[in-house]
Every structure is written in structure tokens, then in C-alpha cells.
């Protein structure tokens, strides 16, 4: 049996890909895509992570036996490159026609004849072969061993995510009286996208609650929840559905015994548990998967390699540090949410309040390219409570910052949009990519332009970007 | 400890050898580390020192800060030690079973706000730091 396998293409590289394979000649065209590979319990995915196009006449030129070949120079230079680098060799050439596209007698011969030695160059490395059509691609993947995969789909990630496959999906979608109004809007085939999607909620405090109920109404099919905290009385006020109950506050309250209050703060409400409790209020059929724990442990890694798009609703430094690499590393993107409020230190007046929409993409938004992880503030966050104190470096208690559900809300919101038009492809291709910050106290909203820097760990040219399971994950063992 | 903390650790030793580098993991898959005899330089009225840290389980993500000098750490021109130095810590700081506790002068020096990421090595770290010393 032939397993399938997913590819996975930042929104540049496939313009620059299209733009050669089909140049308006109707000719055939070829090119070298080198990918990071990653394991997922639906099957491998492919990261397009470097294209090297074959130039007509020098390294893509009349075949012996097909039409065109790549020059065999060109496919051992790629391929070494490949094998040194870790990464998968695959060879593209595209045919005719639009919506479907599959490989010829001829390739699948020249792959017999080829694909045997390349596997021994690569030394334990897949290679395979690509095929495209205006809106089709297919592939054939040689594992080290026999084994074989066909690519089932590509996944363009860019302003609005974009889903290529070897033939039409002929499947109906109906969606119902219950989302008509929304069907209104993004069509029976958004809701069947919604339906089919996968996300992670990680932190779900105020902002994470609102992005839980939100997705769940949408019709979001499958949700992973990460959060390492219970319910706190303090929490009321912003969790969704959250009752006195899922505190503990008469046990929990001040003046109660210490063996009582520790004991109501144990029996007190996971908040991934009421967040699964909010999501099956509204959609009773989602599938949700809960880790009661912070983000930095495998079991959570690889759940959230299996996501569509990551929300970052968690405060620390070290899961933001840990969400900019994954979305890099395996092409997820996502949505980093804060809410920063200033006070004057001398008169406690508020001075600023914003709240913030951080898009985190393969191609724009990298936190660390953005000042928003701050290697004193992963310090801070990774030293015990007592060393912190011994070197006097309590400089405000997170869980004391002043929180609103209102102020919540607008990231929540944009948040959620940003998702929706994106997973949905309604997003335009020339949409805003930066930040938006959102200032209720003199009502206006700002745009902030991501930057990114070539040194960059995680996004620039030598970093760990589509590397996949290649290179380790910073704080991951 | 933590993958990050083990190299960091394996960078150190390779830079010390021979000088004893004492390693003390905690729970969390950071570890204390105490490297003797350490040259401070000629601002400094004595020759050498012994050097403790933290690494902590997000090295080498993190800043490394504060490091620790023996607790009679002093100027050779007499001239009193200043901010960012601060007499009267301990080595390791704060709770710390199992490893032996060494009055010390802690420095502390945060990495400047840089504008792009930047990712120092402890040991990357703790150089500039001496270099930094050896320049008072
Ligand atoms: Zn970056």
C-alpha cells in the first residue's frame, strides 16, 4: 500500500514556481525543490524550504527518452546539496491542463531508472518527484527501504491558505439550517474547510477562553488545548461560562484554613477542561485533545505539528520563544495575542493601553525578528522563584497585571477573523501582514510592519525554516 | 539536563580544561556551574577567582546573568566596587540543595536591547563579561 504524505509551500516560492513553470509558452519547465520531512500520526509532511529553477537550455534540456530532462550536473549538485543539508530532494516539472494532473509512462519510468541511485547518493534521505498543473499537483516519494508515498496535497500558506491536490475533490458539501447565515458568507465548501480544520489553543486564560467559544460557534472541527493552570477566583471575570464552582471560591477564600484553600485550589477546574466544555456547548462534534501542562513538553510539540494554525494566547516568553520556532520550523502559521497596559510608575495613572494581533507566518512576523521574546525575560521566566528573590529581580508579578475581557476580546476577535479568511482562502493576496494594535483609549488602531533580519535563527536564510524534524527545538529535548 | 545545558556545559569545560568545572543539576534540567581559578585581570587585586552561574533549562535561548566572584573580590587601586558588582550574595542564590553554598560578589550584566535577536553562548557570555572586568 502506497501511504500519502502532505507538501507544504510558503506563498513566495509558489509564485516564483508557477511564474516558471507556466510562463504562458505551454512548454514544460523543471525545477528542484529541496524540503524538510516531519512525522505526524496522518502521515509525513513535506517543507518546500529552497527552489532552485533549471535554467532552459543549460540544465533543463531535450530528454533521450521523454520530452525534457533535467540535466544529470544539475541533479547531483541539488542532490548533494541535499544530503549535506538534510533535506528531500525533489525533482518538478509541470504538464498541461488545469485541475488535474498525474505522471506519465515516461516519468514514472525515468523515476525506475533514477530514483534508485539518487536514494544511494542522498545516503538515508527520501527523494522524490513532483508534477504540476495550473491547480493540480501530484508526487511520487521514494523512502530509503522500498517504501513509497504519493502526495495527496499541497498546502500553499500565505495571506489566504490556498490547497492544490492531484484531482478535483468531488465530494458534496452540504452544511445545514444551522450555519446557513455564516455559509452566507464564506460558502457550504468554507464550512466544510472549518469542519475539517485543526487548531491549538495555547493559554487559555481571558484571550484563549474568547478564541475557544469563537472557533467552536465557526464549527472548527478539531481543537488541541494547552494550559498548565486551573480556574482562580480572579479568573471570573473573563473566562467564558466560568462559574464560582470551577473556582472553588468558598474553599479558596481568605480566612479559610491553609489545608482548605490548598485543597480548593486543586479541586478547582482545569481551564482546558472548561474550555472543552465551552467548545462542546457549540459544536458538539469537535474533537478535542487537552494537555493539562505547559507547552515545552514533546507530547504537546507533536500535537501542535498536526495544526492547521497555532493561537498563542500564553503570556511567558518561552512559549512565544517555542511558537516562533515551530512555525517556522514546519510551516505553521499562527497568531501571537497580548494586551499591554502602561502605568505611570510614580502615579499609578494609566498611561497606555493596547492590545495586540501579531501574525506569525513562514515569509513575515517572526517574534524574534520583532523584538517580541527577549532573551531577559526567557531568563527570568527559567529561574526559580527563590534565585529571582536571593538577586532581587521581582519586578512585577505577570499574574497581577491588569486584565479585561473587554480588551481581550479585541484580540480574540481579530484573532479569530484572521483565521477564518485565512483557512478559507478569502483573505486577500495583498492583506496586511504586520501587527495590529488596537488602542481603545483614543480609539484608534495602529499597523505595525513586521521586520526580519538575515541572522535570524528561526527565519532567515540559514535558520531553521521548513527544516522540520531535521533540527532540534529550542528548549524541547 | 537539558540538551542545550549539557553542550553549553561540554563548550565550557573544553575552554577551561584543566581547571576543575563543577556541574549540579537541578530538577529542572538546568544546572549550577563553578569553574576555579578563572584569571579576572589587573584591574583586580587578585590573580584569579573562582566563577559560578545558573544555566537554566532555556540555555542557550536565554541571557546568562548574574555570575559570582569569591567574596573578597576587590580592586587593586583600592577603589570601591560599583553597580553592577554587589557584594554580600552567595553562590548559588536562593535554594539550591546539595550544593555547597560559597559567600561571593555577584555581577550582573543584562545583554543589551538589541534590535534583533541575539542568541550568546554562556560561555560566549561569560567572556564578555571578563573582558568587560578586565576593563574597570
Ligand atoms: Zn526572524
Redesign the interface.
Known sequence: MTRKCELRMAQPMFDDLMAHLFPGDGDEHGAVIQAGLFQTPDGPVLTARTLVLAEAGKDWVPGNRGYRMMLARFVAQQARQCRDEKLVYLAVHNHGGRDAVAFSGVDLESHERGFPALLDLVEGLPVGSLVFAANAVAGDIWLPGGARLTVDRMVVVGPGRRVLTPAPDRRRTTAGARYDRQVRLFGATGQTILAGSRIAIVGLGGVGSLLAELLARLGVGSFVLVDPDRVQPSNLPRLVDATDRDAMTWMVAEGRPQWMRRLGAALATRKIDLAARVIRRANGNAHIERHFSSMEERPVVEALKTCDYIFMAADSHRARRLFNALAHQFLIPGIQLGTRIQADPETGAIINVHTAARLVTPTGGCLLCNQAVSPTRLREESMPKSMLAAQRYIDGDDASAPSVITLNALSASQAANDFLFYMTGLTSGDAFQGTIQARPLDRRVRLVEPRSDQHCPDCGPGSRLARGDFVPIPMVD | M???VEAAIAALRDHYSPRPVHVFP?A???AHVAIEDVPVGPPFAQATSWVGF?L???CP??????FFFREDLSLADGRELMAPFHAK??F????APGVPVRPAV?V?R??R?T??????SPLLKLLAVLKWMSQR
Do not use: I, L, V
Request: proline letters at 6%; aromatic letters at 8%.
Open positions: 537539558k540538551a542545550g537541578t529542572c534540567g538546568g545558573f537554566s533549562s532555556a535561548e536565554d541571557d546568562t546573568y548574574p550574595h552567595s548559588p542564590s536562593g535554594e555577584m550582573s543584562r545583554q536591547n534590535a534583533c535577536w541575539k542568541q550568546e
